[in-house]
């Protein structure tokens, strides 16, 4: 048993950490390490500057464009960032439909889409969820019916992440209604600006817009836009479920995060000392910190099943859950950490327009937004009861 | 890095693992449990015999010279196993004298098998505090007179020589002022009350009246005793947390094994979502226990005492909390059976709250983490 970084690892991890002092814009640094909105200027610059250095299929192989990065490597770029407080590169178009495109995906789309992800020249978004379907995926009703040398597609997506920059969408329809229900899905990648479909904003708690309605009303969709075969696009999303799930628990993250909530609380009040020093709420700190480096702990041994090529496999459903118990902890005392200035509420300050907040406490001011929003995560990308429902049964055979 | 464990230690554990299951069955267990003397020659023999108690002395000594990663496999076993023989004690006796060095004569004998340790450390009032010492050692002539009592000294009983924890200085709450000793047990003076735990261990209460010490039961420095009982008890609570990461897997195989047979409304009880879930936390929590126990295991070890300290602390809390919460839902899915005597898992589940009360509960170690300097430092 050995948990130190090998000489190799330890030179990649500097030159990543070269790479970042001497790349990430400090604007875009400030606005992720105060918890502001990041706009789709700031999320495209970023990606575009990776872009620049070759480092942005992290897992794609390198016939690609990709770097063919081993899982160690992955796991210290993604650290790095959370370390510096890069913006994130969004996933949908590089974890997502990439990998898809690139296992099932002909030729033609193969060159036209994977170096445009790469660009970032097309924002990608996913039309998994539907109204009433949550995470029964397979139940979804959105219909294309085959029309020559196109479908047109009719129905409803929803919690469409980002939808309102994206350029393109790649969705699960219905192309047979009486196969089973799993078994009449096609995976279909649509031009946002096809006539027909509507975006509809669906505001969060914390007063942002994040996520939205997608409509289709007959919205021509051209066959070569079909990813495989008609009726096999279950196979593609379940390949792309258990794809790229390393940094699910986004331990960096919590670490910095975790450093931040002891500044914050370090700089609170209770009984004339700092917050971080009253026992009651040094033990819930500490609780949390213990649990960060468990699941630091986890990651790493699921990372090393990953390098013998045994996995991740269900495991990241257990990555997940405690991540994501991670994240909603943190932020739940970033708030009890703040107490009463956790109360003004100052868009115009999240949203960068204004330099200081309303009430004058630039710490304070996203974290109660921050709290509400991060209560997302045990809900999406399967809620953790789906998750334990797929430990039961792929480990636990119950 | 790697999380692979040797082929040697894989053999340590099948070792140890085709015994437990040979010849340590829980039937066995519990007569052992019920006989007057609490714990097995014929076991220790087999302990001796597979080299576990050459495992942890260094090879000048004729041991193994094992790592604490070596241990945590030892240990994960002994408590898949629920075995009730003085190993722990004795390992952690063997550490106080390997840490104050000069005992080589002693580390010899528990390699071989022939003498068991145990560490007689706490005191009523003393709780898991370890520097608060009652208990004295007064200087007379070359010697020591030692006087006080030691509370629930694990395996105190069985041992042939105890270390002490005693003050030859300073205030009854102070680190500085301590000293250890190697005592006989049957030395004139010491008195021992020994009783069964609830888990099926066995401890003792252990008297001092006017024991006479030649100077050479000293361990280490006269008053700096601290340093050494700080470490030692850090490498006990590993040991521990590694023991606590087996009960977790032998409980969670005996509950996941009952949710697929219990058959309750036609069904294995295992249908039932409310109880996976359950299930599947149970799993998370013992994997996550199991990270712990890993860290610890490596970072004991460790030249930084704040860092040793930082880890044990987190792995000892954060097992604590998986342990409690593995053994309350294992009982809880058993159902009736798992309030009765008669299942290996209800003594898992004792068994796993008993680690936590041993050298710092859950709290203890929480605090004891937050008090590391580091855990003030921000961003």
């Known amino acids: 048993m050995d948990l130190n970084y090998t000489a190799d690892d330890l030179a990649f991890r500097d030159s990543v950490r070269a790479f970042l002092d001497a790349s990430l814009p400090k604007d875009l640094q400030d606005k992720v390490l105060n918890h502001k909105r990041l706009s789709k200027e700031d999320i495209v610059r970023w990606h575009k500057i990776v872009a620049k250095q070759g480092w942005v299929g992290t897992g794609w192989p390198v016939e690609h464009g990709g770097t063919g990065w081993s899982p160690v490597q992955r796991h210290i770029w993604e650290e790095e960032c959370a370390r510096a407080g890069t913006p994130p590169i969004l996933p949908f178009g590089v974890n997502m439909v990439a990998p898809v495109i690139m296992a099932f995906g002909n030729e033609a789309q193969k060159r036209h889409y994977l170096p445009r992800i790469l660009s970032c020249e097309d924002w990608w978004c996913q039309g998994y969820s539907e109204p009433g379907s949550g995470s029964d995926l397979a139940s979804l009703k959105t219909r294309a019916e085959r029309q020559g040398d196109h479908y047109i597609v009719n129905g409803q997506k929803t919690w469409t992440t980002l939808a309102q920059h994206a350029d393109m969408i790649f969705c699960l329809v219905r192309t047979d209604p009486n196969a089973r229900k799993q078994e009449g899905i096609s995976f279909l990648l649509i031009d946002m600006k096809t006539p027909g479909i509507t975006v509809r904003p669906i505001i969060m708690l914390d007063e942002d817009h994040e996520v939205n309605e997608v409509f289709f009303d007959n919205v021509k969709v051209p066959v070569q836009n079909l990813i495989g075969e008609e009726n096999k696009g279950w196979t593609y999303a379940k390949y792309l479920l258990g794809h790229e799930r390393t940094n699910i628990a986004a331990v960096g993250r919590a670490k910095r995060e975790l450093l931040f909530l002891k500044r914050v609380a370090n700089e609170q009040r209770k009984n004339g000392k700092p917050l971080l020093e009253d026992p009651v709420f040094a033990s819930k700190v500490a609780s949390l910190e213990i649990e960060i480096m468990a699941l630091e702990m986890t990651v790493l041994r699921v990372l090393s099943l990953e390098s013998a090529k045994r996995g991740p496999g269900p495991e990241a459903s257990m990555l997940k859950v405690k991540g994501t118990e991670v994240q909603q902890m943190l932020t739940e005392l970033m708030v009890e950490a703040v107490g009463p200035y956790a109360l003004p509420f100052d868009a115009t300050y999240l949203e960068g327009e204004r330099e200081h907040s309303i009430a004058q406490d630039d710490d304070a001011a996203p974290l109660a937004p921050y709290y509400f929003n991060y209560r997302k995560t045990s809900i999406y990308g399967g809620s953790n009861e789906i998750q334990k429902n797929i430990i039961t049964q792929m480990i636990l055979g119950l | 890095m790697n999380f692979n464990i040797t082929q040697e230690q894989q053999q340590f554990a099948d070792a140890l693992r085709r015994w437990v299951d040979k010849d340590y069955s829980f039937e066995h267990r519990n007569k052992i449990i019920h006989s007057e003397q609490g714990v097995s020659g014929e076991a220790w023999a087999t302990l001796v015999e597979l080299g576990m108690t050459a495992l942890p002395v260094p090879e000048e000594q004729g041991g193994f010279n094992g790592s604490a990663i070596d241990m945590m496999v030892v240990m994960q076993e002994l408590g898949r196993g629920l075995v009730v023989e003085p190993y722990f004690a004795t390992v952690l006796g063997a550490q106080f004298l390997k840490l104050a060095g000069g005992q080589e004569a002693l580390l010899e004998q528990v390699a071989g098998g022939e003498l068991k340790l145990a560490a007689a450390l706490g005191e009523k009032q003393s709780r898991y505090e370890m520097f608060d010492i009652a208990t004295t050692a007064k200087k007379n002539g070359d010697g020591y007179v030692l006087n006080g009592t030691k509370t629930v000294v694990i395996h105190g009983g069985q041992a042939d020589k105890l270390i002490v924890s005693a003050r030859t200085g300073s205030g009854q ?207």
């Open chain 2, 173 to 379: 709450r102070d680190t500085s002022g301590i000293s250890l000793f190697v005592v006989p047990a049957d030395a004139a003076g010491v008195s021992r009350r020994d009783y069964r735990t609830i888990d099926g261990q066995r401890a003792a209460d252990i008297t001092f009246s006017n024991v006479q010490m030649p100077a050479s039961a000293l361990l280490g420095k006269e008053g700096a005793g601290w340093d050494i009982l700080e470490a030692a008890t850090d490498y006990g609570a590993t040991l521990l947390c590694a023991e606590a990461v087996g009960a977790m897997e032998a409980l969670n195989a005996a509950t996941l094994e009952y949710l697929k047979t219990r058959q309750q409304f036609g069904v294995p009880i295992g249908k039932f979502q409310a109880l996976q879930h359950r299930m599947a936390e149970m799993f998370m929590q013992m994997e996550q226990a199991r990270s712990m126990a890993t860290l610890a295991a490596v970072k004991v070890a460790s030249s930084d005492p704040e860092e040793r300290r930082r880890t044990v602390s987190a792995a000892k809390a954060r097992i604590g909390q998986a342990a409690k919460y593995v053994g309350q839902q294992a009982v809880q899915l058993h159902g009736g059976m798992g309030v009765t005597n008669e299942l290996p898992a209800a003594h898992h589940f004792k068994r796993l709250t008993m680690i936590d009360v041993t050298l710092g509960d859950t709290d203890y170690h929480l605090a004891r983490f937050a008090a590391q300097p580091g855990f003030k430092k921000s961003a």
